[in-house]
């Protein structure tokens, strides 16, 4: 599969994407006007005063693409994490087999650092072996036999490497044969075994469509067909056409293109994407059509998805960073997805490490809190309200209640302001000192928040009669990773009582930042910063 998956290449932002068509200085005209006019498009996306709507909360799917959606739904997993844990799965079978080599061999007295030194070669030599032989490539690991051939082949490499060291240069010499034959047995059968079970699970999970990329086809005719065809017949192929989605005509845009149904239009297609947990957009429509690929990408950039133009048809050259490739068809990398394979398990083993940490150094406050709410008023400690989510799910976050109980607004419908006569005393200040969020730790260890990302905001929340979304332009992009317990806007300043159109775009433009340039230092930075700026009380009541 290693000719098969997308080649690696160094992600381009959405206000920074390029693609060269052509040869020679015409290729590098129209590769710089795309990239200049796709960043100056995406600069309007955050002004009030642009009418176009990019959320696609007003669009509606038909029956038959509801369906599809719906039976679409359920968490994929990623390629590159498994395979990770494939190879972490080969590395304590390694180093185990060689222990229980020496324990059946009554040899633990005997084991020294000769004995180290003969399992830390043993691990890199299986590691690139087993590379070298394709076996952490999914498509080799749902195989049987085939699979198990090439493992027993790498390991019996491993110990002729052994065998090759001892005879020409005398490493390992004082090493004992018998534990070396154990440990070959050992190793052999535990590595055959575990790549039996990965077989199974690999098969069930294809099989059930984790472990596959769903793609969405934008726009149709010829052209689509022609690509669907020529990603079908690639050995391997790891993608699955979920619909087709152009906002063209029937008799422009057959409804059934290369026997895939045309599902909508594209305010559907982002509904759609949504709802089926959608994991990349092939956009297929001539690179010279630039004016229409520049207004659908304006329109997709929202979702937390890769975005990719199809090439095939165009015979285009491209800079290395901006090429990707499934199989032989060429594409253009023009959105990728935020926070995706390690950088979710980093960054949620961050999550689960600092708040478990945040809890325990802050449980005494928030016990005090909890005491000092039921001595002040009738009702419950704690308060829930919906809000808006990753991929705008719409999830329960967790607060101190600051609120008479008869004067909540769970859908927050009218804004807090300085003096709300609905605050109760204590609510003032666990609000001004931002204890009231303290209760988000939870939704942190959960799943539902992360501790850094952008603020989740009241799925009704509005300002000037107008809900965000109408607000500001391209709203939704914030939602394309986890929201956070703080963020880049509230260490900005950002934070408190919106009552101002300039106020909720500026918090917008604060989290697509984030967005693009995330890092788990960004996030420690934005950790340490946030006890300091909740000393700026100024907006907070």
Not at 85 to 99: K, P
Not at 214 to 227: F, H, M, N, Q, S
Not at 315 to 341: E, L, W, Y
Not at 397 to 405: E, N, P, Q
Request: contains cysteine; hydrophobic residues 45%; proline residues 4%.
């Amino acid at each position: 599969m290693s000719s098969h998956a997308l080649k690696p290449t160094e992600p381009i932002e959405p206000k920074a994407f390029a693609a060269k068509a052509g040869a020679g200085s015409r290729a590098d005209d129209l590769d710089d006007r795309l990239e200049k006019q796709f960043r100056d498009s995406l600069q309007g996306i955050t002004d009030p005063d642009n009418n176009q709507k990019l959320s696609g909360n007003g669009s509606s799917l038909s029956v038959e693409a509801a369906e599809i959606a719906q039976g679409l739904g359920g968490k994929g997993l990623s390629a590159p994490v498994l395979s990770g844990f494939v190879r972490l799965t080969d590395i304590l079978l390694v180093a185990g087999s060689a222990l229980v080599a020496a324990v059946a061999g009554q040899e633990p007295s005997g084991f020294g650092l000769e004995n180290v030194f003969a399992i830390a070669a043993a691990l890199l030599f299986t590691l690139a072996f087993f590379q070298a032989a394709d076996v952490y490539q999914v498509q080799v690991m749902r195989q049987g036999l085939s699979q198990l051939g090439r493992v027993a082949a790498g390991w019996t490499l491993v110990f002729a490497m052994f065998a090759l060291l001892r005879s020409t240069t005398g490493v390992g010499i004082g090493l004992a044969e018998a534990w070396i034959g154990s440990w070959f047995v050992f190793g052999l059968t535990g590595l055959c075994l575990s790549r039996v079970i990965i077989s199974q699970l690999v098969r069930r999970w294809m099989t059930s469509g984790r472990l596959e990329r769903r793609a969405i086809i934008v726009g149709g005719g010829t052209a689509a067909a022609e690509l669907i065809h020529e990603l079908e017949a690639q050995p391997g192929n790891d993608i699955r056409i979920c619909g087709i989605f152009d906002d063209r005509s029937n008799d422009r845009s057959p409804p059934v293109v290369a026997g895939y149904q045309k599902l909508g239009n594209i305010s559907a297609l982002v509904e759609f994407a949504r709802l089926a947990r959608i994991d990349m957009l092939i956009v297929c429509i001539p690179l010279r059509a630039e004016k229409r690929v520049l207004e659908l990408l304006r329109k997709l950039w929202v979702l937390p998805v890769d975005i990719r133009l199809s090439a095939h048809t165009d015979k285009v050259r491209f800079r290395n960073r901006a090429a990707s490739f499934i199989g032989t068809v060429p594409f253009v990398d023009v959105v990728a997805k935020p926070i995706a394979d390690w950088d979710m398990v980093a960054k949620r083993i961050f999550d689960l490490v600092f708040a478990t940490l945040a809890i325990v150094t802050l449980f005494p406050v928030m016990i005090a809190a909890a005491i000092a709410i039921k001595l002040n008023s009738k009702g419950p400690v704690l308060f829930r309200q919906k809000r808006y989510g990753f991929n705008n799910e719409v999830i329960d976050v967790l607060k101190f209640r600051s609120m008479y109980t008869d004067m909540e607004d769970p859908d927050a419908k009218t804004v807090v302001t300085k003096g709300d006569p609905r605050v109760t005393s204590v609510g003032r200040f666990i609000r001004k000192t931002s204890i009231d969020e303290l209760p988000q730790l939870f939704n942190v260890l959960a799943g539902s928040l992360s501790l850094v990302g952008p603020r989740p905001h009241a799925v009704n929340a509005h300002t000037d009669n107008k809900t965000w979304d109408d607000v500001v332009d391209g709203y939704f992009a914030r939602h394309k990773v986890k929201p956070g317990v703080t963020g880049w806007a509230q260490i900005n300043g950002w934070r408190g009582e919106v009552d101002t159109p300039e106020k909720i775009q500026n918090r917008v433009e604060c989290d697509v930042y984030y967005i693009e340039n995330w890092s788990l230092l960004f996030d420690l930075q934005i950790l340490f910063l946030t006890p300091f700026r909740l000393l700026n009380t100024e907006n907070a009541y």
